[in-house]
């Protein structure tokens, strides 16, 4: 697909990395030449200096045979109007960044009356994975699929976990709930996993379950951590409040402690039970006097990932149970398992992501009905949900009479409002919902699961 990603900043840089991998042919659009110049020489990607909301600008990016433009920049009105202008010249879907929460409110009049196909917001993203997170402490990283019906949960296992050393086969054998372990990273490489692999203290699993079976199989081995009531966040900005507002309603006590007064003032206009400390997060009598010691989850959130990265390790050294480092850039990402960092959330890849899985959808839409993609297992495997309806490839079959490709796994089958974690003599109805794992090659629709 031909896509135009007008912004060529964090969100744009990372984006663009993103689907070059997958193929996609790329025209960035940015007003700082140093900038454009370094992507273009970086991706090997076609460059236009100047403001995407100029439509000579668009025209000469080839906007009439765009197939998506994405507009990025660090000003919502300018996204909003990037947008608008496209979808005049022929656009076919446009896709802008908002971060203001009165324009993300408007999105249903956007969508209908501007034509705007999707709304991003970076820092509501990850304000929404740290919440999921926080409901499951254990887990590095939760992807829910169909409204929550079924999770793929990422956990680390640790040294005295009662899985280590038992082969998969051994933990089925043990489990009183339908769980499948669908991936494992190990010493930098991903596993497919079988029944005869035996789990290792250290090695990363990627579990999918139905959420309250999950709970179960984690308290089965030893995995479930007490869950977080109190949650200390460090550093305010609107992905604080959001993350905030998202705790009080879900019935966490939040304590906000920034350094900015007025940023304070702002942030505890919009909330009702969050108490906000105006002080010094980075000081070590300002965390204790605020009593970090006794708090179930710290999330370091600050505009400057040093500071995330050190108070994290201050929040370990108090034996807080759960500690959520945001990752700005991708500098430290290379030595953060050495410190052993608890769980890292990167406000501009799960942006990334989102608008990648966006895109692929529209790309398939056509062949068959991709709901989701999540990258997950260190972002080295897929998980999408297909729906298969009426494909006689699949309705009737059971899962044993699929040939499946080397490296697909079929993970779960969602049925209306039920969802199951099938066996081989699962058979295949009209509509069904399948989530598909895949360590291989790219997969673009049905026909790619199977053999050819």
Do not use: W
């Not at 991706?43 to 990016?61: P, S, T, V, Y």
């Not at 309603?249 to 702002?266: A, L, Q, T």
């Not at 945001?326 to 992501?353: F, K, N």
């Amino acid at each position: 697909m031909k896509v135009i990603i007008v912004g060529m900043g964090r969100v744009g840089t990372t984006l663009t990395e993103e689907l070059c991998k997958e193929g996609h042919a790329i025209v960035a659009i940015e007003e700082n030449s140093e900038t454009l110049q370094e992507c273009v020489n970086k991706f090997d990607i076609q460059g236009i200096c100047g403001n995407g909301c100029i439509a000579d600008n668009l025209k000469e990016a080839g906007i009439e045979r765009c197939d998506m433009l994405i507009a990025v920049t660090p000003q919502d009105a300018n996204n909003i109007l990037c947008c608008m202008v496209a979808r005049v010249l022929g656009a076919k879907h446009v896709v802008a960044r908002v971060r203001d929460p009165e324009y993300f409110s408007q999105f249903e009049f956007m969508r209908g009356k501007l034509g705007i196909s999707l709304l991003v917001n970076p820092e509501e993203s990850a304000a929404h994975e740290i919440l999921r997170i926080l409901r499951f402490p254990a887990a590095l990283k939760v992807n829910s699929f169909s409204g929550g019906k079924v999770d793929i949960v990422e956990f680390k296992l640790p040294p005295d976990c009662k899985l280590a050393g038992l082969s998969l086969a051994e933990v089925r054998k043990k489990l009183t709930v339908p769980v499948l372990i669908v991936a494992i990273e190990r010493d930098g490489g991903i596993i497919v996993p079988d029944g005869n692999v035996v789990l290792r203290a250290g090695d990363v699993l990627s579990a999918c379950a139905k959420h309250s079976e999950m709970r179960t199989f984690f308290r089965t081995f030893g995995l479930l951590k007490h869950k977080a009531q109190s949650v200390m966040i460090l550093g305010g900005g609107r992905m604080a409040f959001y993350l905030a507002r998202e705790l009080e309603e879900s019935g966490f006590s939040v304590k906000i402690i920034s350094n900015s007064y007025d940023k304070c003032v702002e942030i505890k206009s919009g909330l009702e039970k969050t108490q906000v400390i105006c002080g010094d997060y980075t000081n070590r009598d300002v965390l204790e006097n605020e009593g970090i010691e006794g708090t179930d989850a710290v999330v370091c959130m600050s505009a400057y990932d040093e500071n995330n990265i050190v108070t994290s390790l201050f929040a370990r050294e108090k034996k807080v149970e759960k500690t959520i480092t945001v990752l700005h850039g991708d500098s430290y990402r290379g030595i953060l398992e050495s410190i052993q960092i608890d769980t890292v959330v990167s406000p501009y890849r799960l942006t990334a992501a989102e608008l990648a899985r966006y895109l692929r959808a529209v790309d398939v839409q056509e062949n068959c009905a991709v709901k989701a993609l999540y990258k997950i297992a260190g972002e080295k495997v897929e998980a999408l949900l297909f729906n298969i309806n009426s494909d006689e490839r699949f309705v009737g079959k059971k899962l044993m009479e699929l040939q499946l490709r080397k490296g697909v796994l079929l993970a779960a089958v969602i049925r209306g409002k039920t969802a199951s974690i099938p066996s081989g003599s699962f058979e295949l109805e009209h509509n069904d919902d399948l989530i598909v794992i895949s360590s291989g090659k790219q997969i673009l629709g049905l026909e790619d699961i199977l053999q050819s």
